[in-house]
């Protein structure tokens, strides 16, 4: 089962949070790509793609997608471990999960700061990014 994330290539919070999965994906069944990709942009449902303000990430996995906080408890579950105790954030209802997730998104690049262009990954980790 392979799984895809659609990140905002541009933003440190984002790339820092795709190199802690990266560490933690041991069965390598996570694949990645930046919202600003042509790849994403062909991929992407357009109601989910805001090309403006690319401010979620996006989860493909099982045959649909998952965005906001529903993208990071999916994430959550297919890590497994210690990570399943964060799946009790299902209990919260969603408006309020990604009303969190928004404050945190709206604020990134303030609290966390940007690259000027997206992530280009190295060679060992040039087939876990998709084109």
Known sequence: MQTSIFFDGVCNLCNRGVNFLISKDKKEVLKFASL???????????????????????VYSDGQFYDRSNAVLKLCKILGGGFYVFLIGYLI???????????????????????????????????????
């Open 36 to 58: 600003q990709s042509e790849y994403a942009q062909n991929t992407i449902p357009k109601e989910l793609l805001n090309r403006e303000n690319l401010d979620t990430i996006i």
């Open 93 to 131: 209802p969603r408006f309020i999960r990604d009303g969190l997730y928004r404050f945190i998104a709206n604020n990134r690049y303030r609290w966390f700061g940007k690259t000027a262009q997206c992530r280009i990954p190295t060679v060992d980790l040039k087939d876990r990014f998709l084109d």
